[in-house]
C-alpha cells in the first residue's frame, strides 16, 4: 500500500502566480482534506472533498479552490500568490461513514508540499 | 468553537527518562483528541486518539495519554525517551460527530539528549 503521496515535493513560484498540488489518496479512502502548515506552526484546515465536491471549508479565501476527481485524487489551487503562501501543504485522506455520514474516520496524511513564493 | 493550547513549545528530555507533552483543549461538544508525531520531511503519523471509550489511551511506540475532562487536558506520556522519538508533535481535537473540522495545536519540539 503505498499510503498518501503528494507531488511535487517542492516547489518555487513568483507573487502572482497560479500553482497546481496534487494528491492521491490511501487505497480504500474516498475523502481528501487539505491543510496549510506554516512555518513553527500547527496545520490549518484548508478544504475537504468527497464524492467529487468540497464538504467543508476553512477559514482560507476563494483564492484557494480544489477539485477531486472520479479516481479519489485531487489538486489544490491557489491562485494570485501572495509572499505569505509560503507553507507546507499537506493533503490527508480517510474514508467516509458508510451512508455518506458527515464524520470521516481517521485521517493519513502524506509528506507534504513545500510551496516558497519569492 | 474547539481549540487546543500545547503548553510547551519546546521540550528537552535525556535518554531514557519520562516524556511528559502537555495540552489543553476547549471544545462545544464531547471531543475526540489526537496526537500527531511529525518528523522530518515525513507526513504526520497518528500516535494515539481518544474518541469515547477508555480514558487512558495507549498508542504507538510506547506513549499513551490520558483524556481528563475535570482538567480539559489530554496529555502524552512516554516512561523512557529513546532517541528516535526526537520530533514535533501535535495535539489535535475534533467535535466526536465531525472528524473533518481538525484542529491542531502549535506543536511541541521533542529534543532527546544521550
Known amino acids: 500500500d503505498a499510503g498518501v503521496t503528494q507531488s511535487p515535493t517542492h516547489l518555487i513560484k513568483t507573487r502572482g502566480q497560479q500553482v497546481t498540488l496534487r494528491c492521491s489518496p490511501k487505497?480504500?479512502?474516498?475523502?481528501v482534506s487539505w491543510y496549510q502548515q506554516a512555518l513553527g506552526q500547527g496545520p490549518q484546515f484548508i478544504f475537504q472533498?468527497?464524492?467529487?465536491?468540497?464538504?467543508q471549508r476553512g477559514n482560507f479565501p476563494d483564492r484557494f479552490s480544489g477539485h477531486q476527481f472520479p479516481n479519489y485524487s485531487s489538486e489544490l489551487n491557489v491562485n494570485a500568490l501572495l509572499l505569505g503562501d509560503s507553507a507546507l501543504y499537506l493533503c490527508?485522506?480517510?474514508?467516509?461513514?458508510?451512508?455518506?455520514?458527515?464524520?470521516?474516520?481517521?485521517?493519513?496524511f502524506g509528506p507534504g508540499t513545500r510551496l516558497t513564493v519569492t | 468553537a474547539q481549540s487546543v493550547t500545547q503548553l510547551d513549545s519546546h521540550v528537552s528530555v535525556s535518554e531514557g527518562t519520562p516524556v511528559l507533552l502537555r495540552c489543553n483543549y476547549s471544545?462545544?461538544?464531547?471531543?475526540?483528541l489526537f496526537w500527531y508525531v511529525q518528523h522530518p520531511n515525513k507526513g504526520l503519523q497518528l500516535l494515539l486518539k481518544?474518541?469515547?471509550?477508555?480514558?487512558l489511551v495507549k498508542g504507538i511506540n510506547g506513549f499513551e495519554a490520558e483524556f481528563k475532562k475535570s482538567e480539559t487536558s489530554f496529555h502524552l506520556t512516554k516512561p523512557s525517551a529513546h532517541m528516535s522519538d526526537a520530533a514535533e508533535y501535535f495535539c489535535?481535537?475534533?467535535?466526536?460527530?465531525?472528524?473533518?473540522?481538525?484542529?491542531f495545536g502549535a506543536g511541541t519540539r521533542l529534543t532527546v539528549k544521550p
Open positions: 490527508a485522506s480517510s474514508m467516509t461513514a458508510g451512508g455518506g455520514a458527515l464524520s470521516s474516520y481517521e485521517q493519513y
Open positions: 487505497s480504500g479512502h474516498d475523502t
Open positions: 472533498y468527497y464524492e467529487e465536491e468540497e464538504r
Open positions: 471544545s462545544s461538544y464531547s471531543p475526540s
Open positions: 481518544y474518541t469515547s471509550a477508555a480514558t
Open positions: 489535535v481535537v475534533t467535535p466526536r460527530l465531525n472528524n473533518n473540522d481538525m484542529r
